[in-house]
């Protein structure tokens, strides 16, 4: 065998090596791509991120009366979900309680009933249980619910499921954990759900092998999600464009803070999650 055949060879090994982690990639990253329930009525919202609030007013995040004055301005509503130590799903963001109630101490520490001694911001709000706030939107607009899942616990899966299965109005699923994403493939196929995700090496928080894999989709495989929901700042991270580009997916945009970022999220998604302003206008349909 001369010289020339032996390059050719090996070229050709490193070609097909190429091929098969490019196919392994794309596989990785896939969405759902059969059986999608139909996830057009979510697309084109606003959806008021933590309900319609201000943290230095008497509505701050994830307060009932953030969420009441979403529902009358017409916004679909963001909120996140979490278990008390007792079992009850609360709506609350962070998994500790300082920054919002000024205390130490996590969610999942306490009861239901000692949450209720906390205040929200120093206002007269407290944090709501999930089945209060359902009723109070009461299917009016649509919602969008992150379940926060810390590590391997899922808890909160069926703890939530159980509420929004007697929910009459529209509402889909989210969790940057994607063990929450793929409780909902295993249990509840017909539910839209989505995965979150971040450009965390770029926002210089999060590091390490896992995050790399989370920023970049590459868990996609396991929970299957019918939308990414991404930082609208990273609308060219190419798991991402290739999710909306070549599976067709659904995009949601977080979260976007000024008009000028929602005029230009239009560009790359399809869904639109804000806070910290009032849009003057609805996104192009």
Known sequence: MNENMELLIIALICLGCVLILVFLYLMMIMPRMTGRPDAAPFRNWLYAHRGLHDN?????????RAFRKAVEAGFGIEMDVQMTKDGVPVVFHDYTLKRVCGVEGKVCQRTYEELQQLSLCESDQKIPRFKDVLQLVDGRVPLIVELKIEATDTSVCPAADKLLSEYKGMYCIESF???????????????????????????GEYWGPLYFLLQNLLFNWLG???????NHKYPRMLSRSLCRGLYHSTAAAWTIKSQEELDEAEKHFDIYIFDSFLPKKQPTV
């Open 177 to 203: 954990n994607p063990l929450g994403v793929l409780w909902y493939r295993r249990n509840r196929r017909h539910v839209v759900r989505g995965q979150l995700a971040d450009a965390f090496h770029k926002e």
């Open 56 to 64: 230095a007013s008497d509505a701050p995040e994830n307060s009932m």
């Open 224 to 230: 299957k999600p019918d939308f990414i929901a991404y």
